[in-house]
């Protein structure tokens, strides 16, 4: 706010309360000036009157008291001539003297003035009385006539001179009289005017102050009054002046310049107030303020919406008790909250929680089913601001995320998470109990090709299956989880050891090799269980997941469909592979591989027309280790590429030196087609060695075409267009080998030599076999039995009318310098038993 303004003050001759207090002091001047007036009038009134008193009282008494003396004077000396007595003539002579002496007592107070010559007159009268009191005590009585005559002459004298001094007092009397009546006079002439020059001189200087005093104040008076109604514009008017009102003035323009800036002050105010307003009711989450009385201070429109509050009740000053009892009434209160009973979870509540003056966040689960997340704010001073979000689709979002972190959602039941989880507390419970646990680690055998032939809903549909397998297989206190993949724990509570996990394992593996319906298909897997003793086999989760996975992985090595418990020998297993891996990537280095071919017979002309070529590693500790053995570890060591270029390449050369009808077979990976450009490498090699392309026989197992993407088929028709024979190796190992037919045209079928083994023993497989025959001959492709060891079973496939056989019977794998031999000892052979 602004405070003082610097003015340019013009000289005013007096202040307002000078000119008041000379207003006062004239009329009290006047006021004084009279009254002195009168007073001095008053005064010396008195004073003639006191005069006249004195003059009345005292010096006529004593011309009277004279005149008397005088009288009983005269009569004692007119007595005397007649007296004969001397004594009374004595006497009255004593009574003379007494009166005269009174008399001249008398004198001084009346010898002023007129009777100045009293005293005179006096003596000769004593002096003639004297005398004629003489002559009569000499009993002259003649002479004593003559001398009262005498005697009264001087009386007579004296008699006038009192009488002359009575007409002088009296005239004095008159005098002092009119004088008085003067004053009076005079007084009323000065009291006249006295109080018509004060008239003259207030009246008109009275009038004239105040009228300008008044015409300011009025000035005044309109500004403030415009001021209060808001009206800045009003010009603040006499701030010139160096007077009172020109201070009064001076303030109220200051004034003027507060309510400016109090104005825009609250101008601002207002628009923040708007904006402010604005912001809150476009606040995603709803805002509610109350105070220490637990009144609405302030909401927003969110929160009436929220709770679906009518507009008075979004007042301010609103109860809060008004709203909540609205809430529960119309079904948006608190879930459990009645009109008599507090409701949980409310702000009076958690008093102590607001009292420490924390942030409180709170869910309230709402009557309509909704959840709306409160957060209080205690307020100093008492009361709360609280802000309200409904949080319903982000609990059902985190509960659904929760159940992601904790369920697979295929099979909806635990997954790796909270499997992990499981077992650490699973520890824990050993930890306090001293019962142990196992845990079963389940592979799926064959799920991947399942998955690949079928699809994934299918896939999936199995996966959900085997989770309610495995859920009814185990006890209550058992737990099941998905670990991914086609990987499946559980963990069996209450195991000492492995005479409580066996009969699980085993009802684990055959409740999961039973056949599955998906839909109409009919599907059959199995499983592979490694099965670990916990704290036997593992004291922690890590060790228990790590050997249980060298169980599992020993199960799957040992043929699948089985179990296998852990023990510390399966480490060594497993360092076996270790090292062989290690000797692997060793041998890659060196030039340790090395083919050996094994012929091929063609039944109907009883030539051998292909020898398929078989890696050969010879170790120098572990002596030839067999492609079966070190193949799968090429591939998951990524080696197979290289491997399979160089078998290809020492084939091909090979091969180019052998007489014009006999191919060579050479086996590829899946890998190989997965991994670098497999057409390019055959054609390079091919170009490389010279070996014609339709002397190159290639052969895929089924895995190969399990991914089904096009571009293994396009490499294939590419192969296959450049005159290289494709076969179908492995055939019927796989469950729907047949569905491979559809996706590629082979020109071969390899029968696996699993069918051709148990020829004698299982009339399915002759069925089996004639039906591979039978179908392969309709699709135009040839067929090839594998593993045709005995006459017998060159008989039962010769019969079943496969067109090739491979096998011990024929020839074993030779060396490339032994092929020769093996080819003429196999051509004999089959001259031998067409014969
Ligand atoms: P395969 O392609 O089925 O090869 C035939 C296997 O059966 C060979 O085993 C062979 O020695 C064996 N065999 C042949 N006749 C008989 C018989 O009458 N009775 C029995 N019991 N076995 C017979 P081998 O050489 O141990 O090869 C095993 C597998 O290793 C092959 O099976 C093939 O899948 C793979 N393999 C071998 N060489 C290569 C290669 O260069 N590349 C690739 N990718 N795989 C290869
Ligand atoms: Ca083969
Ligand atoms: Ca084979």
Request: charge should be negative; charged fraction near 20%.
């Given at each position: 706010m602004k405070t003082t303004e610097c003015f340019h003050l013009p000289v005013m001759p007096l202040k307002i309360a000078a000119r008041l207090y000379i207003l006062a002091g004239l009329a009290l001047a006047t006021v004084v000036l009279l009254s002195t007036a009168a007073l001095h009038f008053v005064t010396r009134t008195g004073e003639d009157v006191r005069d006249i008193r004195k003059l009345v009282q005292v010096e006529l008494s004593q011309v009277y008291d004279m005149e008397l003396l005088l009288e009983r004077h005269r009569r004692i000396v007119e007595s005397a001539?007649?007296?004969?007595?001397r004594e009374r003539i004595a006497h009255l002579r004593d009574r003379a003297r007494d009166v005269i002496e009174d008399m001249y007592g008398n004198v001084p107070k009346i010898a002023s003035g007129p009777g100045a010559a009293l005293g005179e007159t006096l003596a000769e009268l004593t002096t003639q009385g004297e005398r004629a009191l003489d002559l009569a005590a000499e009993f002259a009585q003649e002479e004593a006539i003559k001398q009262v005559a005498a005697y009264s002459a001087v009386a007579r004298k004296i008699q006038t001179e009192i009488a002359s001094t009575k007409i002088e007092h009296m005239s004095r009397f008159e005098r002092d009289l009119k004088r008085l009546a003067a004053s009076g006079n005079e007084l009323t002439r000065w009291v006249e005017v006295g109080t018509l020059v004060a008239l003259l001189l207030i009246g008109p200087f009275s009038l004239l102050v105040t009228g300008q005093i008044v015409r300011r104040l009025k000035r005044m008076t309109q500004t403030m009054l415009r001021l209060a109604e808001?009206?800045?514009?009003v010009h603040v008017s006499?701030?010139?002046?160096?007077?009172e009102l020109g201070d009064m003035a001076r303030a109220l323009s200051v004034f003027k310049a507060n309510a400016i800036e109090l104005l825009s002050q609250q101008r601002e105010i207002q628009t923040l107030n708007r904006r402010f307003k604005f912001a809150l009711d476009n606040m995603s989450r709803g805002l509610s303020m109350f105070d220490?009385?637990?009144?609405?201070?302030v909401c927003n429109a969110r929160y009436g919406e929220l709770y679906g509050?009518?507009?008075?009740?979004?007042?301010?000053?609103?109860?809060f008790s008004d709203i909540r009892r609205w809430r529960i009434s119309n079904g948006t209160?608190?879930?459990?909250?009645?009109?008599d009973g507090p409701g949980k979870g409310w702000p009076f509540e958690s008093r102590a929680l607001i009292d420490r003056g924390e942030m409180i966040p709170l869910a309230h689960d709402l009557e309509d089913g909704r959840i709306i997340q409160v957060s209080f704010q205690p307020l100093d001073g008492g009361g709360w601001v609280a802000l309200h979000e409904d949080a319903t689709e982000e609990r059902r979002q985190d509960a659904r995320i929760e159940r992601l972190a904790h369920f697979?959602?295929?099979?909806n039941i635990a997954n790796r998470y909270f499997f992990k989880e499981r077992l650490d507390s699973a520890f824990g419970d050993v930890a306090k109990s001293e019962i142990g646990f196992a845990v079963h680690w389940i592979d799926l055998d064959r799920f991947k090709e399942v998955n690949d032939t079928f699809g994934h809903p299918t896939g999936d549909a199995l996966l959900q299956q085997v989770a309610a397998r495995l859920n009814n297989a185990v006890r209550a206190d058992d737990f099941v989880a998905?670990?991914?993949?086609d990987e499946f724990a559980v963990i069996q509570t209450?195991?000492?050891?492995?005479a409580e996990t066996e009969p699980l394992a085993l009802r684990l593996i055959r409740v999961l090799s039973e056949p599955y319906m998906i839909g109409a298909l009919r599907i059959e897997i199995g499983a592979s269980v490694g099965v670990v003793v916990a704290p036997l086999q593992g004291e922690t989760a890590e060790d228990l997941i790590r050997n249980a996975d060298i169980a599992l992985y020993q199960a799957k090595a040992s043929g699948r469909g089985c179990h296998v418990n852990f023990e510390p020998a399966l480490i060594e297993d497993l360092k076996a592979r270790r090292s062989l891996e290690a000797d692997l990537l060793e041998a890659l280095r060196g030039e340790v591989f090395d083919l050996h071919y094994q012929p091929i017979l063609?039944?109907?002309?009883?030539?051998?027309?292909v020898c398929e070529a078989l890696m050969r590693w010879k170790h120098p500790v572990r002596g030839f280790v067999s492609p079966a053995v070190f193949i799968p570890v090429a591939e998951e060591m990524g080696a197979i590429c290289e491997l399979g270029e160089f078998a290809l390449r020492r084939a091909c050369t090979d091969a180019a030196?052998?007489?014009?009808g006999i191919k060579v077979a050479v086996n590829l990976s899946a890998v190989q087609f997965a991994e670098g450009d497999l057409y390019q490498t055959v054609l390079a090699v091919l170009a490389e060695t010279g070996?014609?392309?339709?002397r190159l026989e290639l052969e895929i197992t089924e895995t190969v075409l399990m991914r089904d993407d096009a571009a293994t088929i396009q490499t294939l028709v590419r192969l296959r267009d450049l005159g290289i024979t494709i076969a179908l190796d492995?055939?019927?190992?796989?469950?729907?080998?047949l569905n491979y037919l559809r996706r590629f045209p082979f020109d071969k079928i390899k029968i696996d030599q699993s069918f051709i083994r148990d020829l004698p023993s299982r009339t399915e497989c002759v069925a089996i076999v004639r039906a591979i025959a039978d179908l392969a001959k309709t699709l135009g492709m040839r067929t090839v039995a594998e593993g045709v060891e005995t006459n017998d079973h060159l008989q039962r496939v010769a019969s079943a009318g496969c067109d090739a056989v491979q096998g011990y019977l024929i020839s074993?794998?030779?060396?490339r310098e032994a092929l020769a031999g093996a080819i003429a000892n196999a051509c004999g052979r089959a001259h031998a038993v067409a014969a």
């Open positions: 001539p007649v007296e004969l007595d808001h009206d800045t514009s006499g701030t010139r002046f160096r007077d220490s009385e637990r009144r609405l201070i509050l009518p507009e008075h009740l979004l007042v301010p000053g609103t109860p209160g608190v879930a459990g909250d009645t009109i697979d959602s295929v099979t998905r670990l991914g993949g209450g195991v000492q050891g492995n063609d039944l109907s002309s009883g030539t051998v027309t030196h052998w007489p014009d070996l014609a392309p339709h492995d055939f019927g190992t796989g469950f729907s080998s074993r794998p030779v060396a």
